[in-house]
């Protein structure tokens, strides 16, 4: 059996790394730019623009990865195994299959997102004057649907093309807002910004996971060659789609829902200065984060192999190696923090919103040590593991959110965090075990 089939650790590690590499080129131009966007961003449109900015680019992320399969981990767990065995037709079911979750979480989004745009616009937290741009921006949700494009580009291990595209709404908005800071532009061509970034980041993923399958010989009959349905030859697809898109529901509640949550109860200038707080605790630990995702394809490697211990030696290397650094990097952000907020905020920072800083780099910090067990629960089949312990921390943060948040104002997001992170961590630690000892059991009573 060849290496490529039958993946030493090692050669995973390293190719791993490898497409690290690639997205982290990406990132060492996009968050410059993106810092810099959001000084301008402020500097033109003020604390309440930008925060208005960031409610309603927010909600339609949030209907977006509601309504969204994560489609690209069905392209990976399915397609991994007919594309290296050069089974086409299996392959284009799968991605066939993947494309047609898109095209229904697009018209259910839109649905979605329109209706609440309309009626709810005081719960979100939106200002009465800029109701209607609200409403327009709400169309953009039909953009949000890129995962099946996402999962090609893995798949194919073309992983510099993600890194290129990941630039692509950065550059845009950074354009655009450098554009309207010149001719004295206002909050709706700052939407009318969002909007074609938008576009763009959607259109370029998707020009280039049809070029790439174009290459590869991939294109040709994918949309007509139909027989047999949707899910022919692929058991349990349904149920795998299924699982990890609520699982992503759960893990919403850690982003985009606490960003309106805040929006809705304080107001759009706390929800900017909690999206900024966030953003640079975010990209203290992106480098890490960036990681995870490259490991899925390794840890499906590992795990179809014969040897799929590989994937638990894996994941430990990287846990203790990862977390070792990161827990070093970490030690230098309280001499960074102040004079960055300061920066893109124009202004001395508040004091909660540096405190808020704090507490969610530990988060962060947190979930870097636990980064390879949901990826682990996904790799070996236990979706229902990892979508419990998803929603039992959701059941434990939403509560504890509210409730700090009127008891503490902006600083009790931070608590909030911390405990739903360890109480993450210490549930997919669980279910891993669970599972191990229960299929240990199993084969010892089958003997």
Partial sequence: ??????????????????????????????????????????????????????LIYSFTQTIGDLAEFQSWQTVLHYGLKPFEDNNIPLLQRVIRFSFFLDLVSCALALTISFFCAVYFNNELGWPNEWHYLGIIFSFTVMFTTSATSNGILRLLNRYDLIAIQSLVATLVRFCGIVFLTLVGGDIRGAVLVWMLAAFANFSSFLYFALTQLHKKNLLKGLFTHIKGGLSKDLPGIWKFAWNTNINMTFSLAFKQITTLVIGSIL?????????????????TAKPIVLLQSTLYPEMVRSWNSSKP?????????????????????????????????????HKNPAHDTLTLLYWLAGAELIGIWGMSLEPILITTGNTSGAIYARGITVLVFLPLLFLFIYQWE????????????????????????KNKFFKHNQSKHFL
């Fill in 1 to 54: 059996m060849s290496s490529k089939i039958l993946p030493t650790n090692r050669g995973s590690l390293r190719r791993s790394g490898r497409n690290l590499i690639k997205l982290l080129g990406g990132k060492v131009i996009n968050v410059p730019l993106s810092l810099i966007q959001i000084s301008l961003a402020i500097h033109l449109l003020g604390d309440k623009g930008y925060g208005f900015l960031i």
């Fill in 309 to 345: 211990s590989h994937l638990y030696k894996m994941a430990l290397q990287i846990t203790l190696l990862t977390g070792v650094i990161t827990s070093l990097l970490f030690i230098v952000l309280p001499y960074i923090a102040f004079p960055l907020l300061k920066l893109l905020l």
């Fill in 267 to 283: 107001g759009p200038v706390s929800a900017g200065h909690y999206n900024i707080a966030g953003k640079i605790a975010e990209a």
């Fill in 410 to 433: 902006m600083q009790g997001v931070g608590p909030a965090a911390i405990i739903a992170a360890f109480v993450l961590i210490l549930l997919q630690f669980f279910f891993i075990f």
